[in-house]
């Protein structure tokens, strides 16, 4: 019971992610019909800058008592991400959604897959295909504060001359767990010119699951307010059944879209910092599965239908999580490296017991 | 009030207006009847800006309306209540109210239209927090009007307001529209197919076929037209 408990929770935490990207494809969907095949890399840009702060800016650097500026540095990470993969919502949205936008439904798709490439290749040129593990966040000190057996390996960052003559940082184990340090290994640092040494704090993927999950029960009654007692929510809500009508009160549809864009990738850019906790590193690809899978949670959930797209993503992450478990456990050895085909097999049973999703209304045809 | 001289509409290369001319006065309320298809509801959704006019010039309070956004022409003071009613189903009555005056910052302002607008339909304030996809045909009608009003248009455009309605609901429909004309002074654009009934609310009516106007003349003077009573009124 205690083995899939944890399975489960593994599961929750996981959907949690799927459940963050999924609000995006759903809000858009709702609103101009549109499968934006965009929004997972709308994700990965976000965990990239999420990436970013937390490894350069080095926030946790602020003078309060641990864990606030961990908690901090998480928080400024993910405010990052979120703004970043919302700006670019709102720029791809009106650079290359808007013009197609009359052209019909089969135009925009393919407008969508196209930006989702291009995005993809753009950020390998400009980041790499490199897969980069995540930045521990780091607990700085002076030279002084240590003294005596260190009780971890401290790390500090050095700068290297390369043979070009660049001059690159890297960062080097100064000082291994159980090493003391006293004033001879002290000289010798400052004689490296270390001045300070941090150490890394390595979450746990539980922990991290945790949060996500933590995050997520946060952030959705903010969402569900947003979208249901705001003057743009409701804005958002009357648009989305019938756009027309929604001009014909004052709406300006134009802006309500790009809000739209712009909150459905905001809360993916959250679901990306959430994605490389969780996983441990970055690459330029993390969009693709990841989106699908949350598309996939969308459309479980019933597309168009905020609370769907979390459900469907908790069911889908936990389904993912649990059911290859279950596999195994009755004897077949490779179930877990079937989990994204049981996925999306699952996904296959819902359509076709349910075709409009858990929660999703059945379609009306308008007159 | 509002003028439209020569308009031409096209719905891609179909031209479904020919160069439509038609005039509401300030106070006045005018019907527009013509059967299925004529151009009825094309008139009003070009006016309301929802359609482009390809020819032709509408003037509002003598300013130009063509090529503005219809969101844009609400905040100018025409209000369409569309054919078919396009409530939100979705939202509750009140929220279908609040988004009619969507425009109007000023919540004192809203409340008292919210009241207005329940003084008119007062079944419409026994189902405030019901949804709209719950209400009856004739209730949604009323939302549909009710939600036009709530931006307190200079001039109220209402398209086919009997369709699909039980006979009852239509005449108390109608009682209210001409109180919205009385009391408050507004204009009113109304089309219809429900010929007869509109010709006994007008002041003028203005018959379509085919995407041009035909005939017009006082309503009473239509209703005893031998033409307009064989096509029309059976």
């Given at each position: 019971m205690g083995e899939f408990f944890d399975f489960f929770l593994n599961g929750l935490g996981l959907g949690a992610i799927f459940a963050f990207i999924a609000l995006g494809y759903t809000m858009v969907y709702g609103i101009i019909k549109l499968i934006n095949f965009a929004h997972g890399e709308f994700f990965m840009v976000g965990a990239y800058v999420g990436y970013f702060t937390l490894r350069d800016l080095d926030i946790e650097r602020v003078d309060l008592p641990q864990p606030f500026p961990i908690m901090l540095d998480f928080l400024v990470a993910i405010l990052f991400a979120a703004l970043a993969a919302g700006i670019l919502a709102v720029l791809t949205e009106r650079l290359a959604y808007r013009p197609v936008r009359k052209a019909g439904r089969i135009a925009a798709l393919l407008t969508a897959v196209g930006v989702s490439l291009l995005l993809q290749n753009v950020a390998r040129q400009v980041w790499t295909a490199n897969v980069r593990p995540f930045p521990d966040p780091k607990i700085f000190r002076t030279l002084d504060e240590v003294d005596g057996p260190a009780g971890t390996n401290l790390y500090a960052d050095r700068d290297f001359e390369t043979s070009d003559g660049d001059v690159v940082v890297e960062t080097q184990l100064v000082v291994s767990q159980g090493e003391t340090v006293d004033p001879a290994k002290r000289t010798q640092l400052e004689a490296d010119g270390v001045e300070e040494v941090y150490e890394r704090v390595t979450l746990s993927p539980k922990a991290v699951q945790n949060y996500v999950l933590l995050a997520l029960l946060l952030f959705a009654p903010i969402l569900w307010l947003l979208v249901k007692k705001t003057r743009m929510g409701k804005a958002m809500r009357a648009a989305s059944e019938d756009a027309d009508a929604a001009r014909l009160m004052g709406i300006n549809i134009n802006l309500v879209v790009a809000a739209t864009f712009f909150i459905g990738a905001f809360v993916a850019g959250i679901g990306g910092v959430a994605y490389i906790a969780?996983?441990?590193?970055?690459?330029?690809?993390?969009?693709?599965?990841?989106?699908?899978?949350?598309?996939?949670?969308?459309?479980?959930?019933g597309i168009g239908s905020i609370p769907g797209a979390i459900l469907g993503g908790l069911i889908l992450g936990v389904t993912e999580s649990v059911l290859p478990w279950m596999l195994q456990k009755m004897g077949w050895d490779a179930a877990f490296a079937w989990k994204d085909?049981?996925?999306f097999a699952f996904l296959i049973v819902v359509?076709?017991?349910?075709?409009?999703?858990?929660?999703?209304?059945?379609?009306?045809?308008?007159? | 009030m509002l003028i439209l001289e020569n308009v031409d509409v096209y719905y891609g290369n179909i031209q479904a207006l020919y160069g439509l001319s038609l005039e509401v006065k300030e106070g006045e309320i005018v019907t527009l009847i013509g059967s299925n298809g004529a151009g009825k509801t094309t008139t009003l959704r070009t006016i309301s800006g929802l359609l482009p006019a390809r020819g032709g010039s509408i003037l509002f309070e003598g300013e130009p309306l063509v090529g503005q956004r219809p969101e844009k022409i609400v905040g100018r003071g025409i209000a369409h209540s569309p054919e078919g009613r396009r409530i939100f189903v979705g939202l509750s009555v009140r929220e279908n109210l609040e988004m009619g005056a969507y425009l109007v910052r000023d919540?004192?302002?809203?409340?008292?239209?919210?009241?207005?607008?329940?003084?008119?339909?007062?079944?419409?304030?026994?189902?405030?927090?019901q949804s709209g996809g719950t209400l009856s045909g004739g209730e949604q009608q009323m939302l549909a009007i009710g939600r036009a009003l709530m931006s307190r248009p200079k001039l109220l455009l209402l398209d086919e307001p009997s369709l699909g309605i039980a006979p009852i609901l239509v005449q108390e429909i109608f009682h209210e529209i001409d109180r919205i004309r009385r009391e408050d002074g507004t204009t009113i654009l109304l089309v219809e197919q429900n010929a007869r009934m509109a010709l006994k609310l007008a002041d003028r009516g203005y018959v379509i076929e085919t995407g041009r106007i035909v005939h017009q003349d006082q309503a009473d003077?239509?209703?005893?037209?031998?033409?307009?009573?064989?096509?029309y009124l059976g």
């Amino acid at each position: 019971m205690g083995e899939f408990f944890d399975f489960f929770l593994n599961g929750l935490g996981l959907g949690a992610i799927f459940a963050f990207i999924a609000l995006g494809y759903t809000m858009v969907y709702g609103i101009i019909k549109l499968i934006n095949f965009a929004h997972g890399e709308f994700f990965m840009v976000g965990a990239y800058v999420g990436y970013f702060t937390l490894r350069d800016l080095d926030i946790e650097r602020v003078d309060l008592p641990q864990p606030f500026p961990i908690m901090l540095d998480f928080l400024v990470a993910i405010l990052f991400a979120a703004l970043a993969a919302g700006i670019l919502a709102v720029l791809t949205e009106r650079l290359a959604y808007r013009p197609v936008r009359k052209a019909g439904r089969i135009a925009a798709l393919l407008t969508a897959v196209g930006v989702s490439l291009l995005l993809q290749n753009v950020a390998r040129q400009v980041w790499t295909a490199n897969v980069r593990p995540f930045p521990d966040p780091k607990i700085f000190r002076t030279l002084d504060e240590v003294d005596g057996p260190a009780g971890t390996n401290l790390y500090a960052d050095r700068d290297f001359e390369t043979s070009d003559g660049d001059v690159v940082v890297e960062t080097q184990l100064v000082v291994s767990q159980g090493e003391t340090v006293d004033p001879a290994k002290r000289t010798q640092l400052e004689a490296d010119g270390v001045e300070e040494v941090y150490e890394r704090v390595t979450l746990s993927p539980k922990a991290v699951q945790n949060y996500v999950l933590l995050a997520l029960l946060l952030f959705a009654p903010i969402l569900w307010l947003l979208v249901k007692k705001t003057r743009m929510g409701k804005a958002m809500r009357a648009a989305s059944e019938d756009a027309d009508a929604a001009r014909l009160m004052g709406i300006n549809i134009n802006l309500v879209v790009a809000a739209t864009f712009f909150i459905g990738a905001f809360v993916a850019g959250i679901g990306g910092v959430a994605y490389i906790a969780t996983y441990g590193k970055v690459d330029p690809m993390i969009g693709f599965l990841p989106g699908l899978k949350a598309f996939v949670a969308a459309v479980i959930g019933g597309i168009g239908s905020i609370p769907g797209a979390i459900l469907g993503g908790l069911i889908l992450g936990v389904t993912e999580s649990v059911l290859p478990w279950m596999l195994q456990k009755m004897g077949w050895d490779a179930a877990f490296a079937w989990k994204d085909a049981i996925a999306f097999a699952f996904l296959i049973v819902v359509l076709v017991v349910k075709p409009t999703g858990i929660l999703g209304k059945p379609m009306r045809e308008k007159v | 009030m509002l003028i439209l001289e020569n308009v031409d509409v096209y719905y891609g290369n179909i031209q479904a207006l020919y160069g439509l001319s038609l005039e509401v006065k300030e106070g006045e309320i005018v019907t527009l009847i013509g059967s299925n298809g004529a151009g009825k509801t094309t008139t009003l959704r070009t006016i309301s800006g929802l359609l482009p006019a390809r020819g032709g010039s509408i003037l509002f309070e003598g300013e130009p309306l063509v090529g503005q956004r219809p969101e844009k022409i609400v905040g100018r003071g025409i209000a369409h209540s569309p054919e078919g009613r396009r409530i939100f189903v979705g939202l509750s009555v009140r929220e279908n109210l609040e988004m009619g005056a969507y425009l109007v910052r000023d919540a004192a302002k809203k409340k008292e239209r919210l009241e207005r607008v329940f003084s008119l339909f007062p079944r419409l304030e026994e189902r405030i927090n019901q949804s709209g996809g719950t209400l009856s045909g004739g209730e949604q009608q009323m939302l549909a009007i009710g939600r036009a009003l709530m931006s307190r248009p200079k001039l109220l455009l209402l398209d086919e307001p009997s369709l699909g309605i039980a006979p009852i609901l239509v005449q108390e429909i109608f009682h209210e529209i001409d109180r919205i004309r009385r009391e408050d002074g507004t204009t009113i654009l109304l089309v219809e197919q429900n010929a007869r009934m509109a010709l006994k609310l007008a002041d003028r009516g203005y018959v379509i076929e085919t995407g041009r106007i035909v005939h017009q003349d006082q309503a009473d003077a239509l209703l005893d037209d031998p033409k307009v009573r064989e096509a029309y009124l059976g």
